[in-house]
């Protein structure tokens, strides 16, 4: 139904008005587009694991499956917030890398705290995590403008950073499946998200340095 909404924007003389956009070159081999792809990729892993294995983790660390659904709703709705005000946070900064790094950082440790923490302390570890997951992600989001020069090249490139990371995101949650052989035994989902994540601050720091992909425009 969004045409709806579009019908009353489309321009009223726009017959016969063509638009010739111009074609991007080297995006595929731009280092810096494959480090802000590979950072969508990652946090993805992150993002699909809470939302597909963070209840189930929490009902085999015994709490009722109710409060476990709760918690993670709660979590995830301080996403929604953090996604607001996160990219108004790190456009003001003159380049975004340790702002990357940090939000990397209080995903990972919320993250982590929910599966090792004392059940006690789970209600802060939940909040560390929604608002570091919800800043992340939109942050990734937002590396795909500030890191192109003009809109031909944010078009590219998000069409590059979308379909690649969500995609190999996807294989985030089946990675988890994979190691969680039974309940209660976190240790290699452990080892693996702390992988992913030495990776995701890496590339989230390149991806966060003051610069533009390299690309020519014809």
Known sequence: MAWLFWLFQYPKHSVGLKIIAPKIHGLWQCKLAWQVTLFMALQSMYSFTVFGWLSPFLRDRGIAAFDASFIVSI?????????????????????????????????VIGFFGCLMAPMHTIWLWAVILGLGQGA???????????????????????????????????????????????????????????????????????AGQDRHVSVEMV
């Open 136 to 206: 992340l992600t939109s942050i990734a989001m937002a590396m795909i403008v500030l890191r192109s020069e003009n809109t031909h090249v944010a078009a590219q490139l998000s069409s590059m950073v979308q379909s690649v990371g969500f995609g190999f995101g996807a294989f985030g949650p089946l990675m988890v499946g994979l190691l969680y052989p039974s309940p209660g035994h976190f240790i290699k989902v452990e080892i693996f998200l702390a992988c992913v994540a030495l990776a995701l601050i890496y590339v989230g720091f390149k």
């Open 75 to 107: 979590s995830i709705f301080l996403q929604t917030i953090a996604c607001f005000l996160a990219p108004v946070i790190a456009t003001r900064l003159p380049h975004q890398s340790w702002f990357n790094v940090v939000v990397v950082l209080l995903t």
